[in-house]
């Protein structure tokens, strides 16, 4: 939980750090500033920061408190805020004049910020409404449960949550509409598939509340596409020796960003059919880390940290791949819906 006089310090933060190596004069990307805890800490190691939120919340909250946010008025700034999407990054940065950085850092997915404040519809814990969106635009949640036909919410049940029983619980869906609260959409994922909140103890199954609400948020912002574009604007960015690190919390982003590391340090082995790559062409990156996971310490004080995975590497001086393959990183395919 996360309150204005005690901020929720981001998970993984000292082993973030300790990739990014942030030193005096470093141009630095905060690609979800979220409640600014990465921000925070670059800053203090004397970089440069631009950061990037779609949330305008996020932004409002730090260009609203300048005494914990001088280097916005420095001279130079030394924190840039960019109130647009991750994926634009390439963008944002040319319109500030900036082609190439020295470090990226990425924390997927919802903050904590967001899923504390129950009007904004993150979460079940607090009834509320029906929301999900980010940038606070757009198709929300609610439009989603309660205009799309039976079959496209069993696919994104599927794809999104891994929901096996996708298509019952879509029937389930529909038949209960309208669905207005984060409360609503709940009662009808316990109801139908048996699921008793009540039920406590060691051996209690996880509300399955939390894969219907993830598969949701991931829809109806994007996010999967959000990670692909991101990752490949950031392979665009960084300079030689600029350290890229991702933090991620479920299967689904972590499987992406594997997988993106893994094509992009295979010193031209291309694993996708759609991209074929010269013999021995040089890799864009290097010093791949396997995935880090939080400590004991880190867990007894944030449970949210739990399946939180670090993902790091650093850049080469080979020239970025194509990124316009028809396949994205970590694509997941065509599956038949169960």
Known sequence: MSTPDQPHIPVLIEEVVAALN??????????????????RRLL?????????????????????????????????????????????????????GIDKVDGV??????????????ERGFAFGADGPLDMRMSQDGLSAADFVNE?????????????????????????????????????????VRKALGYNPA?????????????????????????????????????????????????????????????????????????SRYLPQAANAPAPFEKVSKGVRPGEAELEVNPRSRSATLRSAVRTDASPRNPNSPEPYGAPGRRKVA
Do not use: C
């Open 199 to 271: 039920y406590k103890g060691s051996n209690a199954p996880k509300d399955p509340a939390i894969r219907t609400f993830q598969a949701i948020r991931i829809h109806v912002n994007g996010e999967l596409d959000e990670l692909d574009a991101a990752l490949e604007a950031s392979e665009a960015l960084l300079r030689e020796g600029g350290r890229l690190a991702v933090v991620t919390f479920h299967s689904l982003e972590d499987r992406k960003v594997k997988r993106f590391l893994r094509d992009a340090s295979s010193a031209g082995q291309s694993t």
């Open 105 to 118: 850092v990425m924390d997927i997915g919802v903050s904590s910020m967001q899923l504390d404040q129950a």
């Open 148 to 188: 799309a036909d039976e079959a496209q919410i069993a696919d994104v049940l599927y794809l999104y949550g891994e929901e096996r029983q996708s298509r019952r619980l879509a029937r389930a869906i529909v038949a209960a509409r309208p669905l207005a609260t984060t409360g609503d959409l709940a009662r009808v």
């Open 22 to 39: 942030p030193r005096g004069g470093d141009l630095i990307i905060d690609a979800t500033l979220g409640a600014g805890g990465y921000t």
């Open 44 to 96: 203090d190691a004397g970089a440069t920061v631009h950061a990037f939120d779609r949330d305008p919340d996020a932004i409002a909250a730090v260009q609203n408190n300048p005494g914990k946010w001088p280097e916005l008025a420095s001279n130079p700034p030394r924190l840039v805020l960019h109130a647009r999407r991750f994926s634009e990054m390439v963008e944002g940065l040319g319109d500030a």
